[in-house]
């Protein structure tokens, strides 16, 4: 196990560990330009089928606004 899979390991509390069946520790390729990560990221994320209930239709929009928004977020702001 390596240091960075250890300190991981420690974050997760105890009885998460169980469910824990593997875990691999991706790295940065030396390839990637650091200025192009969150896009890359940003598009992995909206392919995802888990990520389709996000998106926010014209006429939701319409409906909804903000209110909308703040609710399908998936995070608090």
């Known amino acids: 196990m390596s240091w960075?899979?250890?300190q991981v390991m420690q974050a997760i509390p105890s009885n998460m560990r169980l469910q824990l069946d593997s875990m691999d520790i991706i790295t940065k390729p030396k390839d990637m330009d650091a200025s192009l990560t969150s896009?890359?990221?940003g598009a992995i994320l909206a392919c995802l089928d888990s990520t389709q209930e996000?998106?926010?239709r014209q006429q939701e929009w319409r409906q909804f606004s903000?209110?909308?928004l703040r609710e399908?977020?998936?995070f608090n702001w």
């Open 54 to 56: 996000l998106w926010i």
């Open 72 to 74: 399908r977020a998936p």
């Open 4 to 6: 960075l899979q250890h």
């Open 39 to 41: 896009w890359k990221g």
């Open 66 to 68: 903000v209110r909308l």
